[in-house]
């Protein structure tokens, strides 16, 4: 996935899936920033169809003046036979666009029932992350739940880790990150370096790891009779 605006506090991917263009926002929507992201709305939507959406799974931040650029793009997609969706947004959009009680046709059921059904599997994935730490000798780690109705990964433990990893990587979907690819293709995968690993290329993924002290990391899908449970990953502050 190519990024833009690398280091700046909003930054964009665009894809393509299932035929939909799906704009991709990590970072902080407040007042500052709602211009650029609404022209970055407006330009994913010049991609043709009756379908927009918008993964914030990595915007971390959002105030009421971006509620509202949100309600803006909405409307005027809307106004041109356009549906502009949410799939799986950070809890901190969600909050906020619930407190600004504006109109909006964007149900957060599924999202709620992810992390609820996430916090009843804590206990066997920490335990699994707490067998995979002390085999490995690692300090920090993280144990995500897998919800299959969504497809994303609910970080459930972190141990070792400050806010900005936990928030950061609370909802995690795709194969842009270790723990993404594990789940996906269902195989340990091992980064050795996280700053030359393609995984993480020019990615904000890469920034928050560095700025945690992540040099290296390896992500272990845990599976039962059931499926997929979820992941649990190590990660070590240098290179192996």
Not at 98 to 122: I, N, T, Y
Not at 209 to 232: E, K, M, N
Request: hydrophobic share 40%; glycine share 8%.
């Amino acid at each position: 996935m190519k990024w833009s605006l690398l280091g700046s506090p909003l930054q964009f991917a665009l894809t393509v899936e299932e035929g939909v263009p799906v704009l991709h926002v990590a970072g902080e929507l407040d007042y500052a920033s709602v211009e650029v992201f609404e022209d970055a709305v407006e330009r994913a939507s010049l991609s043709g169809g009756d379908r927009v959406a918008l993964d914030l799974s990595r915007l971390t931040f959002c105030d009421i003046p971006g509620a509202r650029a949100l309600y803006r793009q909405h409307a005027r997609l809307e106004s041109v036979g356009v549906r502009l969706e949410l799939p799986n947004p950070h809890s901190s959009v969600r909050h906020v666009i619930e407190a600004a009680r504006l109109p909006h046709p964007w149900d957060f059921g599924a999202s709620v029932a992810a992390q609820d059904a996430a916090q009843a599997h804590r206990e066997i994935l920490t335990d699994a992350l707490s067998a995979a730490m002390r085999a490995t000798g690692a300090r920090m780690g993280s144990a995500q739940y897998f919800h299959q109705a969504t497809g994303t990964l609910r970080l459930v433990a972190q141990p070792g880790f400050g806010h900005r990893f936990t928030s950061f990587f609370e909802t995690v979907r795709g194969y842009d990150t270790s723990c993404g690819t594990a789940a996906t293709e269902q195989r340990p995968v091992f980064v050795g370096d996280v700053r030359t690993s393609p995984i993480f290329a020019a990615s904000p993924e890469l920034d928050v790891l560095v700025a945690s002290g992540v040099g290296s990391c390896v992500s272990i899908p845990v599976i039962t009779g059931d499926g997929l449970l979820g992941v649990v990953s190590t990660h070590q502050s240098w290179p192996t």
